[in-house]
């Protein structure tokens, strides 16, 4: 059943893919696993302090999965209040947010000798992927100063 359900999900992601206008949803965790590949390796485009970024593949489009560290120390009304945020930016100089996932699991563990479950919250983020690699590349790369003011350049004109 989740299997079938997961690949509707991916449908309706693609359509989103296609259709600019289409709104932001909530995105299953099992969906996200589907399309990165359960967040392998290979599938990794980046990485930061508070996040891994992962290529996800949704029919013939790509997006970027944004999985929150578990360290982030990010609290459920924060969250929120980002994909709240990520809802509302909407511009062609942003990279369209497509959907969230705010998912919470219990998973069996040994504390101090007794067997709890543990709830384990996973936050991710889901957004167009922008082929031409991230803003930082052209900030702090060796082309940087042309790249980035051309980018500047076009960036202004657009407002």
């Known amino acids: 059943m989740d299997g079938e359900m997961n690949v509707r999900r991916k449908v309706d992601l693609e359509r989103m893919l296609l259709d600019g206008s289409a709104e932001p949803t909530y995105l299953s965790l099992s969906l996200l696993e589907d399309i990165t590949n359960c967040f392998s390796d290979d599938q990794r485009i980046g990485s930061g302090g508070f996040a891994v970024v992962y290529k ?90 042309v790249y980035f003011y051309l980018f500047l350049s076009n960036v202004i004109t657009a407002i």
């Open 56 to 145: 996800g593949m949704v029919g013939k489009g790509m997006v970027a999965v944004k999985k929150l560290s578990k360290t982030f120390g990010v609290h459920e009304n924060k969250f929120h209040k980002e994909v709240e945020c990520l809802v509302k930016a909407k511009h062609k100089n942003i990279v369209r947010f497509l959907g969230y996932c705010s998912d919470t699991q219990g998973i069996p563990a040994n504390h101090e000798g007794k067997f709890v479950m543990a709830e384990v919250q996973n936050w991710l983020l889901c957004f167009e992927f922008a082929s031409n690699g991230s803003l930082d590349k052209y900030i702090n790369g060796n082309d940087r100063t």
